[in-house]
């Protein structure tokens, strides 16, 4: 039987859901998990789901709420299903009257990637907590914990949860800063570890470039190969981010520097004596074109293109390389389309003008998809394929950097795709979701000798196997269709949370999950993303005011629910 409740202030929750989250409800013919079909409903009410346990609401006051709470945890008892543990976000009922429609519930009919994850965040203590204060305060004796945000317990983590070592569970969107892709203690990464193989990796690391093991080539056929982006066919393996593009950026000066004396000239004594003094011809002046705000690495060369941050380049030698602006587009885009088309050829004409007359030769130009650590910076498709266009023009390398963009989080595996290049970038670098690192190139940059790009370890068999688990685990469970629909319904419900709270979330963009918003200033972003860890949310932030979203592939729409009512209950505050 139905009944109506005692005000139309009232909030919906569900018992059953709270006691058995994978219960399908129902209020009449409806089904309660799905909240839409109730937004018809004149008022909240009181009713029955399906297994006979009890729906009950959260009303707008603190007081009437817990009293309605109580008899939840006592059925919940009597029931001894699984213990009562209420969504962080209703526990502070106070909070929770001012989100509209929560959205938790919508989704838990979806097969879920990890059925062993948490349900729901929680945080048990204050932030950071007593366990994670004292483990800072030894590790700090012998390491800057500056950049600290908390001390994880990663054996206790699952899928898109991770735990600190107080105990909390963070629903995480930041995922070890956009490099974890397929969830805390996947399954078949454990599985991968129990192999005689990976054991083999594991305890004999090889120097790569000097001696393989004889499963090597599976590895680089099976992780790197399966998935090389059109028309690049050979490889370079490195260690992170940062030197996949310092040594692209090595490989493309060899390569200029080949074509001006000629493929098979071989070195001239000039060149060899003076390039110890590191002087000209043997050492030549050359550079690489990037873009303000751009980040491309901390190394010398790497660090020279980048120039997001001042802290990161202050006190550091760089070499005289150029920049040009990267548009900075409106939002939303649709109404200002000719601004957006103005901007982007402007950048574009600075790049030629650069191209024609920095003092020094520009062997290479090189730019994110999206600037990431920049704050989130995008530019259309047919900005890129005409810089393409330019490079191509002036005889200059295409370097297209997707350390953050590549494997999967803007819904395709490499986000350079999606431009419809009729021409493919002379190399692309990857790193972070990958685990390995390195970058693709076309044969004819292969260097004209042995060890001229080189290192000790020349990447890690061990990551490469990580590596080609990855790829199985995006094919076989199809996270690029999900990282593409968890998209679309995340900037589409952010949108409408922009919508109500005007002046709050501004400049919502994205591709796949890899979404960003901006903030009114700095302060305000920095607050936000520390409010919204309190709620049991691991978020980071980018550029002067911009939060980045930097979810899993395995992030589903059953926790965009959780994440979305977070950033309600937080804004509302």
């Given at each position: 039987?139905?009944?109506?409740s005692r005000?139309s202030r009232a909030?919906?929750?569900?018992l059953c859901y709270v006691t058995?989250?994978?219960?399908p409800?129902?209020?009449?013919?409806k089904p309660?998990?799905?909240?839409?079909d109730?937004?018809?409903t004149?008022?909240?009410?009181l009713g029955?789901c399906t297994?006979?346990e009890?729906?009950?609401?959260?009303?707008?006051s603190?007081?009437s709420?817990r009293?309605?709470?109580e008899p939840?945890?006592?059925l919940?008892t009597?029931?001894r299903r699984?213990?009562l543990q209420?969504p962080?976000?209703?526990?502070?009922?106070?909070t929770?009257?001012s989100?509209?429609?929560?959205r938790?519930?919508r989704?838990?009919a979806?097969?879920l990637?990890?059925?062993?994850?948490?349900?729901?965040p929680?945080?048990r203590?204050?932030?950071p907590?007593?366990?994670?204060?004292?483990?800072?305060?030894?590790?700090?004796?012998y390491q800057?914990?500056?950049?600290?945000?908390f001390?994880?317990d990663?054996q206790k983590?699952r899928g898109?949860?991770v735990v600190?070592?107080?105990?909390?569970t963070f629903?995480d969107?930041?995922c070890?800063?956009?490099?974890?892709?397929v969830?805390?203690?996947?399954?078949a990464?454990?599985d991968?570890?129990?192999t005689?193989?990976?054991?083999?990796?594991?305890a004999?690391r090889p120097?790569?470039?000097?001696?393989?093991?004889?499963?090597?080539?599976?590895?680089?056929?099976q992780?790197?190969?399966?998935?090389?982006?059109k028309g690049?066919?050979?490889?370079?393996?490195a260690?992170c981010?940062?030197?996949?593009n310092e040594?692209?950026y090595k490989a493309?000066f060899?390569y200029?520097?080949?074509?001006?004396?000629?493929?098979e000239?071989?070195f001239?004594f000039e060149?060899l004596?003076?390039?110890?003094?590191?002087?000209?011809?043997?050492?030549?002046d050359?550079s690489?074109?990037?873009f303000?705000r751009?980040?491309?690495g901390r190394?010398?060369?790497?660090l020279?293109?980048?120039?997001s941050?001042?802290i990161?380049?202050l006190?550091?030698?760089s070499?005289d390389?150029?920049q040009?602006d990267?548009?900075?587009?409106?939002?939303?885009?649709?109404?200002?389309e000719k601004y957006n088309?103005?901007?982007?050829?402007?950048c574009?004409?600075l790049?030629?003008?650069?191209?024609?007359?920095?003092h020094n030769?520009?062997v290479a130009?090189?730019v994110?998809?999206i600037?990431a650590?920049?704050g989130d910076?995008?530019?259309s498709?047919?900005?890129?394929r005409?810089?393409?266009?330019?490079?191509?023009?002036?005889?200059?390398?295409?370097?297209?950097?997707e350390?953050?963009?590549g494997v999967?989080?803007t819904?395709t595996f490499w986000?350079?795709?999606?431009?419809?290049?009729?021409?493919?970038?002379?190399?692309?670098?990857f790193?972070k979701?990958?685990?390995?690192a390195?970058y693709?190139?076309r044969?004819e940059?292969r260097?004209?000798?042995?060890?001229?790009?080189?290192?000790t370890w020349m990447?890690d068999?061990?990551?490469a196997?990580q590596?080609?688990e990855?790829v199985r685990?995006i094919?076989?469970?199809?996270?690029l269709?999900?990282v593409r629909?968890?998209?679309e319904?995340?900037?589409?419900?952010l949108?409408?949370?922009?919508?109500?709270?005007?002046?709050?979330?501004?400049?919502?963009?994205?591709?796949?999950?890899?979404i960003?918003?901006?903030?009114?200033?700095?302060?305000?972003?920095d607050?936000?993303?520390g409010?919204?860890?309190g709620?049991?949310v691991n978020?980071?932030?980018?550029g002067?005011?911009?939060?980045?979203l930097?979810p899993?592939?395995?992030?589903q729409?059953?926790?965009a629910?959780?994440?979305?009512d977070?950033?309600?209950e937080?804004l509302?505050?």
């Amino acid at each position: 039987m139905r009944e109506r409740s005692r005000t139309s202030r009232a909030k919906h929750v569900c018992l059953c859901y709270v006691t058995a989250p994978t219960c399908p409800l129902s209020v009449g013919t409806k089904p309660f998990c799905q909240r839409h079909d109730l937004s018809g409903t004149s008022s909240p009410h009181l009713g029955t789901c399906t297994t006979g346990e009890r729906l009950s609401y959260i009303s707008s006051s603190p007081t009437s709420a817990r009293s309605h709470l109580e008899p939840a945890m006592a059925l919940s008892t009597l029931l001894r299903r699984v213990p009562l543990q209420l969504p962080f976000h209703l526990q502070a009922a106070r909070t929770f009257a001012s989100v509209i429609e929560p959205r938790v519930g919508r989704h838990v009919a979806q097969p879920l990637y990890f059925k062993d994850e948490p349900v729901t965040p929680t945080v048990r203590t204050v932030l950071p907590g007593p366990n994670t204060k004292e483990i800072l305060a030894r590790l700090d004796q012998y390491q800057d914990t500056r950049s600290i945000v908390f001390v994880a317990d990663y054996q206790k983590s699952r899928g898109n949860y991770v735990v600190d070592a107080d105990g909390n569970t963070f629903l995480d969107l930041y995922c070890q800063i956009a490099s974890l892709p397929v969830g805390y203690n996947n399954q078949a990464l454990l599985d991968l570890v129990k192999t005689p193989e990976f054991a083999t990796a594991l305890a004999n690391r090889p120097a790569l470039g000097v001696a393989p093991n004889n499963d090597w080539v599976d590895s680089v056929e099976q992780a790197f190969m399966k998935v090389a982006p059109k028309g690049l066919t050979n490889i370079f393996t490195a260690m992170c981010g940062s030197c996949a593009n310092e040594s692209a950026y090595k490989a493309a000066f060899m390569y200029h520097q080949r074509l001006r004396r000629g493929f098979e000239t071989p070195f001239s004594f000039e060149e060899l004596s003076t390039c110890m003094r590191n002087q000209a011809p043997g050492s030549p002046d050359l550079s690489i074109l990037s873009f303000r705000r751009a980040f491309h690495g901390r190394l010398f060369g790497s660090l020279s293109t980048t120039r997001s941050k001042a802290i990161h380049k202050l006190d550091i030698p760089s070499f005289d390389w150029p920049q040009a602006d990267f548009p900075q587009l409106k939002y939303p885009l649709i109404e200002h389309e000719k601004y957006n088309r103005a901007e982007e050829q402007r950048c574009l004409d600075l790049v030629v003008n650069i191209l024609k007359t920095w003092h020094n030769p520009v062997v290479a130009v090189v730019v994110e998809p999206i600037q990431a650590e920049g704050g989130d910076n995008h530019a259309s498709a047919a900005f890129f394929r005409s810089l393409r266009q330019v490079c191509l023009d002036h005889n200059t390398l295409f370097i297209v950097d997707e350390v953050q963009t590549g494997v999967g989080a803007t819904g395709t595996f490499w986000a350079h795709s999606k431009w419809d290049l009729t021409t493919p970038p002379d190399i692309v670098t990857f790193s972070k979701k990958f685990q390995a690192a390195g970058y693709y190139y076309r044969p004819e940059l292969r260097p004209n000798a042995p060890y001229r790009n080189y290192n000790t370890w020349m990447g890690d068999q061990v990551r490469a196997m990580q590596a080609a688990e990855i790829v199985r685990e995006i094919e076989t469970k199809n996270l690029l269709e999900n990282v593409r629909d968890v998209g679309e319904y995340l900037m589409h419900e952010l949108a409408g949370i922009a919508a109500r709270r005007r002046g709050t979330l501004l400049n919502l963009r994205g591709e796949g999950t890899f979404i960003a918003f901006d903030m009114e200033d700095g302060p305000a972003r920095d607050k936000f993303i520390g409010d919204m860890r309190g709620v049991g949310v691991n978020m980071g932030g980018c550029g002067d005011r911009a939060v980045r979203l930097r979810p899993m592939l395995v992030f589903q729409k059953r926790h965009a629910d959780i994440f979305l009512d977070r950033v309600e209950e937080v804004l509302s505050k």
